[in-house]
């Protein structure tokens, strides 16, 4: 198994443990850190469970999934989780998702968090192509992924089924003989 673990100006990132679903229903929990998902707040138990499979997917040869908590580097309380998902048809290519504690928006972090993720696809998995989807109201998600150095390709029209309904996505990616990311 290959453990994760990477440090960057204001973020870390590491594989999530059974320790981290308190401070994970933090995030998979609030209403307003799941506003723009596809599912409501999860429940303790549910949270509970995507870490079970997060650490079951970690060993899996060759890993396709990556459930990662976001600390602070100084190894603070985990204020976040960060996905990464390599597609299995296409291994060079991978979708990622993000979420922040409510607590730490506004201050830069899911902008940092962006460009760590896609800096550690490119670097350590030698990935071609990192995507990801937002909901198109969500402006923050918006400026993160754009600040970050991530391109808007456009919008998938009803890819996400919500609770609310159809929900289309606006598509972001980098690809890594163009990233800069990491040189911001």
């Known amino acids: 198994m290959r453990c994760v673990h990477v440090t960057g100006p204001r973020l870390c990132l590491r594989d999530v443990t059974h320790a981290d679903v308190a401070a994970l229903h933090a995030v998979y929990g609030d209403p307003a850190a799941t506003e723009h998902l596809p599912f409501n707040p999860r ?11 997060a650490i079951d997917a970690a060993k899996v040869e060759p ?29 060079h290519s991978a979708e990622i998702g993000l979420g922040l504690r409510p607590d ?9 968090l962006v460009r760590l993720v896609v800096t550690f696809g490119f670097r350590q998995l030698r990935l071609h192509r990192i995507w990801g989807a937002r909901s198109p109201l969500n402006v923050p998600a918006q400026l993160a992924m754009l600040t970050a150095g991530m391109v808007e390709e456009g919008r998938i ?12 996505s606006i598509v972001h990616s980098a690809l890594s003989d163009e990233w800069e990311g990491e040189r911001r």
């Open 63 to 91: 890993r396709r999934l990556y459930v990662l908590a976001v600390t602070e580097p100084d190894g603070g309380p985990v204020i976040g989780v960060a996905r990464l998902h390599v597609e299995a048809d296409h291994p």
């Open 104 to 112: 730490q928006w506004g201050r830069g972090i899911g902008t940092d």
């Open 43 to 53: 429940s303790v138990d549910e949270v509970t469970q995507i870490v079970s499979e």
């Open 157 to 168: 029209r009803h890819h996400v089924l919500t609770p609310s309904g159809w929900r289309d």
